[in-house]
């Protein structure tokens, strides 16, 4: 059996992402998400919009802490109900709300449809069942395959994503392999379905940089090869600045700047933003430089500041900035901030 590939490409630049229909892919409005711990009721998402287009990679970064990861995993439904609790929102897929599905739907679009990278494999794939079996599953139970044709695209999928010897590594168990050859595994098994979005949540965390940009290309390759949407979660903005086409910045689970790629790296405009691209290590040509931080840490979400939450951590904070809490608004052609004191573009 062969596999199907389509043709969008990748790659940083917005140029190159395929938007025929005019129409988002997914689009997410007004999530809300909160959690009941015993201090009280912590908002981990407090109102997030964006959207995800057609064959493009959307980077959403910000600290630990943010909401970015329980952001993501909302969109298929993931959270423990309780403690979690999805206040508010729609995420609009196909012209469904996701969160209005049944069990039986949601069940159908989680890695059919809509496929996720967890953070770690070790403790995402099954320690008692081996790479293969896991994969055929995610095939049978999408696709309708055989378990002989499964097999046969699942060999297939793990030499498409670099595992050497895939006719005897597919019977393997997770802590047989390495944490690249793990990071693999879960790479292939969500595009065994060749979904039409792939969420990547810190897909390079706890791998040596020579891996990480191995697994980089590889996700970025068979983006190009599948046509997928990619939802790209990081703290690390140089991962952005290869991949992303556009960026959506979170700070105490809301998104406080979001634009193309470009415009973020050349001309961001909230103080949290300009202060994590000043925090990036430069080596520069006879010349030491000093490693900026941000002052102070992220706030209590149970407790935030009036006003607007990085307020207390910003150089540029006005009156109103700890009073009011700023509202996102357009500054440029797909350039929206929430901050009093940004410029317009």
Same mark, same amino acid.
């Given at each position: 059996?062969?596999?199907?590939?389509?043709?969008?490409?990748?790659?940083?630049?917005?140029?190159?992402?395929?938007?025929?229909?005019?129409?988002?892919?997914?689009?997410?409005?007004? $999530?809300?998400?909160?959690?009941?711990?015993?201090?009280?009721?912590?908002?981990?998402?407090?109102?997030?919009?964006?959207?995800?287009?057609?064959?493009?990679?959307?980077?959403?970064?910000?600290?630990?802490?943010?909401? &970015?990861?329980?952001?993501?995993?909302?969109?298929?439904?993931?959270?423990?109900?309780? =403690?979690?609790?999805? &206040?508010?929102?729609?995420?609009?897929?196909?012209?469904?709300?996701?969160?209005?599905?049944?069990?039986?739907?949601?069940?159908?679009?989680?890695?059919?449809?809509?496929?996720?990278?967890?953070?770690?494999?070790?403790?995402?794939?099954? =320690?008692?069942?081996?790479?293969?079996?896991?994969?055929?599953?995610?095939?049978?139970?999408?696709?309708?395959?055989?378990?002989?044709?499964?097999?046969?695209?699942?060999?297939?999928?793990?030499?498409?994503?670099?595992? =050497?010897?895939?006719?005897?590594?597919?019977?393997?168990? =997770?802590?047989?392999?390495?944490?690249?050859?793990?990071?693999?595994?879960?790479?292939?098994?969500?595009?065994?379905?060749?979904? &039409?979005?792939?969420?990547?949540?810190?897909?390079?965390?706890?791998?040596?940089?020579?891996?990480?940009?191995?697994? $980089?290309?590889?996700?970025?390759?068979?983006?190009?090869?599948?046509?997928?949407?990619? $939802?790209?979660?990081?703290?690390?903005?140089?991962?952005?600045?290869?991949?992303?086409?556009?960026?959506?910045?979170?700070?105490?689970?809301?998104?406080?700047?979001?634009?193309?790629? &470009?415009?973020?790296?050349?001309?961001?405009?909230?103080?949290?933003?300009?202060?994590? $691209?000043?925090?990036?290590?430069?080596?520069?040509?006879?010349?030491?430089?000093?490693?900026?931080?941000?002052?102070?840490?992220?706030?209590?979400?149970?407790?935030?500041?009036?006003? !607007?939450?990085?307020?207390?951590? !910003?150089?540029?904070?006005?009156?109103? !900035?700890?009073?009011?809490?700023?509202?996102?608004?357009?500054?440029?052609?797909?350039?929206?901030?929430? !901050?009093?004191?940004?410029?317009?573009?």
């Amino acid at each position: 059996m062969r596999l199907r590939f389509g043709g969008a490409a990748s790659g940083s630049g917005e140029d190159q992402v395929m938007t025929s229909d005019g129409q988002s892919l997914l689009h997410v409005e007004d $999530l809300r998400i909160q959690f009941r711990v015993p201090d009280g009721i912590l908002p981990a998402v407090d109102g997030i919009d964006y959207r995800l287009d057609r064959g493009e990679t959307l980077g959403i970064v910000g600290e630990s802490g943010s909401g &970015k990861t329980v952001s993501s995993l909302a969109l298929l439904r993931l959270l423990e109900t309780p =403690p979690a609790e999805i &206040k508010s929102g729609r995420v609009m897929f196909e012209g469904r709300d996701l969160l209005q599905l049944s069990e039986n739907e949601i069940s159908d679009v989680r890695g059919r449809s809509i496929a996720m990278i967890f953070q770690e494999p070790m403790t995402s794939l099954n =320690p008692v069942m081996t790479v293969g079996t896991q994969i055929d599953e995610a095939l049978v139970r999408h696709l309708g395959l055989s378990r002989r044709e499964a097999r046969a695209r699942t060999i297939e999928l793990l030499n498409l994503v670099g595992i =050497p010897s895939p006719q005897r590594n597919v019977d393997g168990y =997770p802590h047989q392999l390495s944490g690249g050859m793990r990071q693999r595994v879960m790479i292939a098994l969500a595009l065994s379905c060749e979904p &039409k979005i792939l969420i990547a949540d810190e897909p390079t965390t706890a791998l040596d940089v020579t891996i990480q940009a191995q697994i $980089l290309d590889l996700i970025l390759g068979l983006q190009e090869k599948f046509g997928t949407s990619i $939802l790209l979660i990081t703290h690390d903005l140089a991962v952005i600045a290869e991949t992303a086409h556009r960026v959506a910045v979170m700070y105490a689970g809301r998104i406080v700047e979001s634009a193309p790629v &470009k415009t973020i790296f050349s001309a961001a405009q909230h103080p949290y933003t300009q202060g994590l $691209l000043r925090s990036i290590p430069r080596i520069e040509r006879n010349r030491v430089t000093t490693l900026s931080e941000i002052p102070g840490s992220v706030p209590n979400l149970i407790r935030l500041p009036s006003g !607007c939450a990085f307020a207390p951590r !910003c150089p540029s904070a006005i009156a109103q !900035c700890r009073a009011e809490r700023p509202m996102p608004r357009a500054i440029a052609p797909d350039h929206v901030v929430s !901050c009093w004191v940004a410029a317009d573009g």
